[in-house]
């Protein structure tokens, strides 16, 4: 599933890719994904130009001039950006043609993915409005969590999986964050102390930014935008040995999620 690095990786090498192109042509393919796709796409993105590709949790949002397109990947989307127009395959539900030649590809075999438009603030859709604050942005400090997590019984891992709390924090980063912040990730939220959340707040931006600068640094194959491969600490280790202490991690499920960590190290 792409995860906020992954997310924030596509943005990047599309914002160098395609910032002042225009759209030629849109060829929807689909009629709904998660959402229905617009009907309209191709008559209200046709000679615009693309200004600007902004992210607020996994979504993508690209300034059209006169609107913005939302874009979700789901849960095993991904971008294309192509210098030729290969026949689409049967998961290419939508092109977006520009006229300098590129041709954006929305890629989605599940299709959870989102792709609608928004005209006004797009931090008022209602897909944007009720996340919380950015994990790398300002608002999510250690004295924030400390706060969003009082009299929380729910697992500290589900707390900051949870997007109302921060935006899109995944599976991944919740098991490496707490790793890091020496926490088990099923103590009761609530009863953090402030100096651990502040702990928290820092690993789990550690981990965001780290993976954002190996996706980065990644030479990917030239049509895919979102994924490259990573080493995780705790992350699909279960059974092997902890890098700290040299124990074997152990598994457990949390909301039905992976959960990977150290019986030894965190607490
Ligand atoms: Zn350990």
Redesign the pocket.
Known sequence: MPELPEVEVTRRRLERELIGSRFKQVVPRVKKLRLPVPANLDQVLSGRMLRAIARRGKYLLFDCEVGWLLVHLGMTGFLKLLRSAPPPGKHDHLDFIFEDGQLLRFYDPRKFGVVTWFIGDPQQHPLLAEIGPEPLGKGFEGEYLFGASRGRKVAVKQLIMNSAVVAGVGNIYANEALFRARIRPDRAAGDLTPLECTELVATIRDVLKESIKEGDACLVAEETVAYYPQTFKVYGRSGES??????P?EEIRIGGRSTVF?????K
């Open positions: 902890c890098h700290k202490c040299n124990e991690l150290c019986r030894g190290c965190q």
